[in-house]
């Protein structure tokens, strides 16, 4: 490995071999394999495939996707480090969201303020593009992008973004009004909160992913909202990894395993609103790894 790569991971140097053809590759191994997993199964392209069917010994190629993806969401002591340096980083770019929210404020600028304060605390490329925008109709799609407009007073202002430390990610969301909002929308706005304090409750070791969702949907509901999204989703070395907080998926969530509640609110006509924080589950509730104002309106 260079010393590009190496400053890049937070792994010990490995050999990285590289051949033309998934034969040639086999043949580099020190003994020639029965069994080949591939990770990634369906995605695989059919001459690489077939290359290794043809390989030393014509090996069982099998897929591992399903194995890795179990192992992947309980995070080693080493990578729950990571996740806490990729946390403190996404934070400092939601700090200069909540203090750049002002009436007349563009949006391009502060989206570049809000990407700049991750680049200095240490980010690596972020997570995913950097979702920011204001107005009803903006923030209603759920992902609003920086517009070449200004921030009206009242109005709400959607933010999601997500840092990176040595290749893993961070994620946070807030919502914010540029001075008091109409009943309305701080209705809505309470709402989300709500629903986001209480899919935090629910979340700890022994609770499925399906009643963490649960928790945030039924909240909501009682309010009179409907949540049309899923609620969190794990995070690692990808922003949204198993298990996913949907619904549908009934995993138990166990002492290790990194995730984002994140419900959200989106009414067309009036706006949308979504805070989100990433947690570590714990032996006996959750630690956020992310940290900022959750009401950031008036």
């Known amino acids: 490995m260079g010393r590009r790569p190496r400053a890049a ?55 591992v996707t399903g194995d890795l993806v179990a192992l992947r969401q309980v995070k080693s002591p080493a990578e729950v480090a990571l996740l806490r340096e990729a946390g403190r980083i996404t934070s400092a770019g939601a700090a200069a969201f909540a203090e750049g929210v002002v009436a007349g404020a563009d949006e391009r600028e502060l989206a570049l303020a809000v990407e700049t304060a991750m680049r200095r605390a240490g980010s690596g490329p972020l997570a995913f593009p950097l979702v920011l925008g204001g107005g009803a109709d903006a923030t209603a799609t759920a992902v609003p992008f920086p517009a070449e407009r200004r921030l009206a007073a009242g ?12 290749g893993y990610c961070g994620d946070m969301a807030r919502t914010a009004t540029p001075g008091p909002p109409p009943d309305a929308l701080r209705a809505l706005l309470d709402a989300t909160l709500a629903a986001y304090e209480a899919g935090v409750a629910a979340l700890r070791p022994g609770a499925r992913a399906d009643e963490v969702h649960a928790a945030c949907v039924e909240t909501a509901r009682a309010r009179g909202y409907e949540m049309p999204f899923l609620v969190g989703h794990g995070i690692g070395c990808e922003n949204q990894e198993p298990p996913r907080l949907d619904g549908l998926d009934t995993t138990t969530l166990v002492e290790g395993m990194v995730v984002t509640v994140e419900p959200g609110i989106y009414v067309p006509g009036l706006g949308g609103a979504r805070i989100e924080d990433t947690f570590l589950v714990t032996r006996d ?12 309106w008036s």
Do not use: F, K
């Open 285 to 296: 509730g959750c630690e956020a790894l992310t940290h900022g104002p959750l009401a950031l």
């Open 155 to 166: 109005e709400p202002v959607l933010l999601d973004c997500g840092g990176t430390r040595l």
């Open 9 to 63: 991971s937070w792994l010990e140097p490995a050999a990285v071999r590289r051949a033309t053809t998934a034969r040639d590759a086999l043949l580099e191994l020190p003994a020639a394999p029965r069994r080949v997993g591939v990770a990634g199964w369906s995605i695989l392209p059919a001459p690489l495939h077939l290359g290794l069917a043809r390989g030393v010994d014509a090996p069982d190629v099998v897929d």
